[in-house]
C-alpha cells in the first residue's frame, strides 16, 4: 500500500514568550502534515509550519487585519520623548491604550477613550523602552516609544 497524506488547516492564537517573560499574541494559521504508512500516524513524520497572515476565527470568518495594514495607520510622536507623547489613529477612534515597561509591568491603562488622537504623559517613569499596546475596532497594535 502507498503512502497516506492528509492536511489540514486549523486557524488558531500562538503564544511566544520574549525575553522579558511576557507572552506576546498573535494570529497564524497553522499547517500540520503527517506523512504515515498504511494510514497509521504514530510511524509517521509530523511537520508544523506557521505563516502571518489576517485573523481568522475558528468558524473561518475575517476578524482582523494583517499587522502591517494596523501598523501604518497608528502613529506615536514624538518618538523619542520626554515622556510626554501623542498617540493618532488614521483610521478609527482608539478605544484603550495600555503601556508596559521593558519588564512587562503594566504602567499606564485608559479605557473609553473614544477619539482619533489621544496625548499621554510619563514624565515621572524612569528612562526606557515602553510597548504601547493601542486598541481599537476589536484590534491592537503594540508601538514602541523611547523615554529619554
Given amino acids: 500500500t502507498g503512502a497516506a497524506y492528509s492536511h489540514e488547516y486549523y486557524p488558531c492564537i500562538i503564544r511566544f514568550k520574549n525575553s522579558y517573560g511576557r507572552a506576546i499574541e498573535n494570529a497564524y494559521m497553522v499547517y500540520v502534515a503527517f506523512l504515515a504508512k498504511s494510514g497509521d500516524t504514530s510511524d509517521g513524520i509530523a511537520s508544523l509550519k506557521t505563516q502571518d497572515m489576517d485573523a481568522i476565527s475558528p468558524d473561518n470568518e475575517f476578524i482582523g487585519k494583517s499587522s502591517e495594514d494596523l501598523d501604518s495607520k497608528i502613529e506615536v510622536y514624538p518618538n523619542p520623548n520626554q515622556g510626554s507623547f501623542s498617540i493618532r489613529s488614521l483610521d478609527n477612534f482608539i478605544e484603550e491604550i495600555k503601556i508596559y515597561n521593558a519588564s512587562g509591568t503594566l504602567i499606564y491603562d485608559k479605557r473609553n477613550i473614544n ?22 475596532n476589536n484590534q491592537m497594535i503594540t508601538k514602541k516609544i523611547i523615554k529619554n
Wanted: proline share 5%; net charge neutral.
Fill in 115 to 136: 477619539q482619533s488622537e489621544f496625548s499621554i504623559n510619563i514624565e515621572g517613569r524612569p528612562r526606557g523602552i515602553y510597548h504601547i499596546h493601542i486598541y481599537q
